[in-house]
């Protein structure tokens, strides 16, 4: 009940194009959903996070998309560039009881074509 | 402003041995949780340690330990080393000012195991 499903496992674009990737959770007392980014020989980096509470945030080229009733959660990179090519993590947190305890997906490895 | 120091990047080790890695959170967090990166298992959650104490524990054999200064550092230590222990082990820091997910990784300690 802990775990957060995330596919793809890889995925590749073309420049311009739209890339997204998908998680799903089973725990409801999951009230934080992130999304990392890592690049090779890097530690993951915060890109955007959401709260149940809303549907969707965008902040730039990346938008999240959260379906509460169905438990899951998307990724959308619009006009993805070839600097976007990383590998992509889902997670999700309690923040009543779990701190900073985030619960990872299986991560994306994204490349992004010239 | 210093993102999050961990020491050393790199090691190797043999089996049965023990290694102490250390992490030092960016100024005035006050949090510190450990992550073990690994290409089967993904990333895991090891512990978080707020104010010198461990606030969560994730599901992780008793060799695996850790401490924090009062000075907000901390170093994760794994006793009697198997082969499986080889990773890369990510720490994090936040302020913990309850706003879960928000965590500054650093580029972790890459440890093998032989």
């Known amino acids: 009940q802990q775990q957060v499903k995330q596919s793809p496992q890889s995925l590749i674009v073309q420049k311009g194009g739209i890339s997204i990737i998908n998680c799903a959770y089973e725990?409801?007392?999951?009230?934080?959903f992130p999304w990392y980014q890592q690049f090779p020989g890097k530690g993951p980096a915060l890109l955007i996070a959401i709260r149940p509470d809303v549907s969707e945030k965008k902040e730039g080229r990346f938008t999240i998309s959260f379906n509460k009733s169905a438990k899951q959660f998307s990724l959308h990179i619009m006009d993805s560039q070839p600097g976007d090519s990383a590998t992509y993590f889902c997670?999700?947190?309690?923040?009543?009881?779990?701190?900073?305890?985030?619960?990872f997906g299986e991560g994306t490895q994204l490349t992004v074509n010239p | 402003k210093a993102g999050v120091t961990q020491t050393p990047r790199y090691l190797i080790k043999t089996r049965g041995q023990q290694v102490t890695l250390s992490c030092s959170p960016i100024s005035g967090h006050r949090s510190v949780s450990w992550y073990q990166q690994t290409p089967g298992q993904g990333l895991q959650f090891l512990f978080e340690y707020f104010s010198e104490t461990q606030r969560n524990k994730g599901n992780f054999p008793g060799r695996f330990s850790g401490r924090q200064f009062s000075n907000s550092r901390s170093e994760m230590n794994v006793s009697t080393l198997e082969l499986g222990d080889s990773a890369l082990y990510l720490c994090a820091s936040s302020l913990a000012g309850g706003t879960t997910g928000e965590l500054f990784f650093g580029e972790g300690s890459r440890l093998t195991v032989l």
């Open positions: 997670a999700a947190s309690m923040r009543e009881t779990s701190g900073s305890r985030l619960t």
């Open positions: 725990n409801t007392a999951f009230d934080y």
